[in-house]
């Protein structure tokens, strides 16, 4: 390969390469190179990069276990590609594969960042952080600070440049703080703390971080574990957009202040007992958590989506926070064993007056949506009922919400019959799934509507016609029937091209189904 002198890209991904090529280091024009495969042996052929100064983007290094000369990894000069932006460092996942710790410290101080790196990832990296490290035992890093900055010189911003870092799946590791003024990431902008199970604090001021995500880390509980004697302002973290707490069981407080916050997703139960004032946020996930949580929302006012699943002992909607609901759009409930309604007869819906789409799912308890909370949201646009057990009857005045756009019933077996009155009369889709007891649409739910230009009905096996009397609306452009077993005949017209406008026609596993009249 090394007579290739032009050659410009090399691409080795999804490849089982365990070695470069010989003479790689010749073809000086080369700007990528996806991924250079240490060797083993007494050369590791890192030092082929040496003397390819034009690469540029991203550059990953695997196999960096097999380096057992130090002089190698100092020979390749990683530090004088000036347009290299983003590294990838990956020594072996296999614990049995041989290990030179003082090597590996050493060849990670070589390759370590520089000032101009935008992404560091470092993978299976198994010893100490730094030649100044004094926290690590027997190869697991425990205690995290200044000394993982190359020490604790307050004149030095380490990583000046790097915006996103990630941890992972470190085991021992229990405490990450920063003392005597050291400001660190000043550019970090995304952190992830994955699977980290015995982290129990940490805390710094990242000044630019816009999206924090921290999972599986069970004994963590607090983001402000600073000595009494820290600017306590030193918490904030000014510019997060994004948080992202999954199974965190143990934490008992979020920071104090997120001024930027708009979008908080907690996902498994938290020890937490009260949110702090999100005056910004916008999104809003409660996810396998718990009903005090959700009771403890201060001054919401901005919010636009939430979503709330698996919660138990919810009847309704708190009092104390649908009223702050002015500008929600957005309202998803799933998995809710105890819900009957949105809010109760005192408050009613009148405070969801924004709300355009609606979506209720696993919610056994649920037997009805009362005519007074369907009246008081003028702006549905999207009703989503699915796998509501008990579910009987859909609102009779849900005809006069005229916004409604989208009505979407899916597996609610003990629904028997839609109102008599009809639906609204700008409803463009309707798809009703796994409604055992249905028999037939009503006369004026269909003859009412003028727009409706999607229909699908699936496995409605007590279905025997789609109208008792009448022709579809004449708008119709799609339809879909699938496994209604006692559906005798189509509507009256259907093949009619006077009649109708329809452009897809589509009946499967409809036995007793046999023609169709002109």
Known sequence: MGSLTNLRHL???????????LRLGRLTNLQMVSNFVVRTGNSS??????????????????GLHNVTNIKDAIQAKLKTKKNLDEFVLEWSYNSNDSRYETVETEVFDVLEARESLQKLTIKYYGVTFSQRSQHCRNGWYKHGGAEFLRGAYPSIKPFPLLEILKFENMKEWEEWSFKNG????????????LWCRILKKFSHRFPFLEKLKVQKCEALESFTGLSQHENLESEELPCLRSLFLVCCAKLIELPKSLPSLEALEIDGWLELGAFPRLVNLQKLKLLDSNAKLLGSIVDFSSLTFLHIRLISFVKCLPECIIKQFGKLLDLKIAGCGDLEGLSNEQVGSKHLASLQHLTISHC??????????????????????????NLKKLPCEIEKVNSVRKLRVDWCPKLESFPEQGLPGMLEQLVIRDCGPLKTLPNMMLQNNKALEYLEIHKCSSLTSLLEQGDLPTRLKRVKIYYCKNLASPPDGIMCKDKLTLEYLEIDNCSPLSSFQE
């Open 182 to 193: 050291v400001e660190a990431f000043p550019c970090l902008r995304q952190l992830s703390i």
């Open 364 to 389: 056994p308890k649920l037997v009805a949506l009362p005519d007074e909370e369907i009246k008081l949201l003028p702006e549905l646009k999207l009703l989503d009922l699915s796998y509501c057990d």
């Open 11 to 21: 691409d080795t991904r999804e490849t089982c390469l365990e070695k470069m090529p």
């Open 45 to 62: 052929g890192m030092t082929e990069i040496e003397n390819l100064s034009n690469l540029r983007g991203t550059l990953s290094i695997s």
